[in-house]
């Protein structure tokens, strides 16, 4: 089955996945206002169910409906919330395309296939989300409305986002290609293509991303997100906490130099007094131990520092 429509190919016919007629071009539908707006229909639906509710319960007490309700469907365009981190047994994947039919078709599919599915429809929307919300990986569009594909890539990199990225677009030339891998797109996939191949492209990436867990004892670490648990507390470290526990964590077991640590956490900075490799130990060892958890960072003395369950300790 192919789709002039939303570019997209599929040998299986799907009886629940959309069909389109061949004479809807995509500049001969208009979008609704709503769409425009960035707001869903089912959203002025709520809004319109909740006016009914205020104006039915204040009938008989004269109330008015709140003023900012009454105004609800005059908003203009809504910034992407950040994202709270949740709770789910699902990988969860972050399409950013602008065409509604390719946003449906990719939504019912992936949401088939056992992924939780989050549509934005503007650049801005989507880098919003990539930056603020926890993904396993992201679908994007390059030609996107406000900022396009590329700028919102180039900048969610630059914010260190982690997030495996798969380039969805029209362009096929060899240097679009290589500006979005360049840019740090972890795969680049050609329209129309065909739906069991962008499937196992995610796979594949999903895969590959549950290599980011971390752990030693009862402390866990989640490299693509940059969050720290001991025993299920969330931990809050600063950058330089991070950088010197991601590096022990990667090398636990083994005795981590402090010419090592200076290399891998202050990098370029050669005039760094050694001592202060002990000062950001000491400081990681109160947040790792503050809530009664056992020692986990251990000294080895004339080798350097060890992440281990249990061990000596010479400090």
């Not at 769409?35 to 319109?48: I, M, P, Q, Y």
């Not at 495996?164 to 290589?178: G, H, M, Q």
């Not at 991601?246 to 077991?253: C, Y």
Request: with cysteine; net charge negative.
């Amino acid at each position: 089955m192919f789709s002039k429509r939303i570019g997209i190919e599929s040998d299986v016919d799907h009886p629940t996945w959309p069909s389109l007629k061949p004479s809807e071009e995509p500049s001969s539908r208009p979008k609704s206002p709503e769409k425009e707006r960035g707001l869903s229909v089912d959203l002025g639906t709520n809004l319109a169910g909740l006016l009914n509710v205020f104006a039915s319960s204040s009938s008989g007490t004269g109330q008015s409906p709140p003023h900012d309700l009454m105004k609800s469907k005059q908003v203009g365009p809504i910034k992407s919330p950040k994202l709270p981190f949740i709770q789910s047994s699902k990988m969860r994947v972050l399409v950013v395309e602008d065409e509604a039919g390719v946003c449906e078709f990719l939504q019912q599919a992936l949401e088939e296939s056992g992924y939780e599915v989050v549509v934005r429809t503007t650049g801005p929307q989507g880098l919003a989300d990539l930056t603020s919300g926890p993904y396993d990986v992201a679908l994007l569009d390059i030609m996107l409305p406000e900022m396009d594909g590329l700028e919102v890539l180039r900048q969610a990199r630059a914010a260190n986002v982690q997030t495996p990225v798969i380039i969805l677009t029209a362009r096929t030339e060899t240097r679009d290609k290589v500006a979005g891998l360049d840019l740090g797109a972890d795969d680049y996939l050609a329209k129309p293509f065909r739906i069991e191949e962008l499937l196992a492209r995610v796979r594949a990436l999903t895969r590959r991303s549950r290599s980011h867990i971390l752990e030693a004892a009862d402390l866990t670490m989640d490299t693509l997100r940059r969050t720290v648990e001991r025993g299920g507390r969330a931990l809050y470290l600063s950058p330089t906490e991070y950088s010197l526990l991601q590096l022990l964590m990667e090398r636990q077991g083994t005795a981590v130099s402090k010419k090592e640590i200076l290399a891998y956490v202050w990098r370029d900075d050669t005039t760094r007094d050694p001592n202060t490799v002990e000062v950001y130990v000491n400081y990681l060892r109160n947040k790792l131990e503050s809530g009664g958890g056992s020692r986990l960072i251990h000294t080895q003395r004339g080798a350097g520092y060890v992440l281990a369950g249990q061990g000596p300790d010479e400090s």
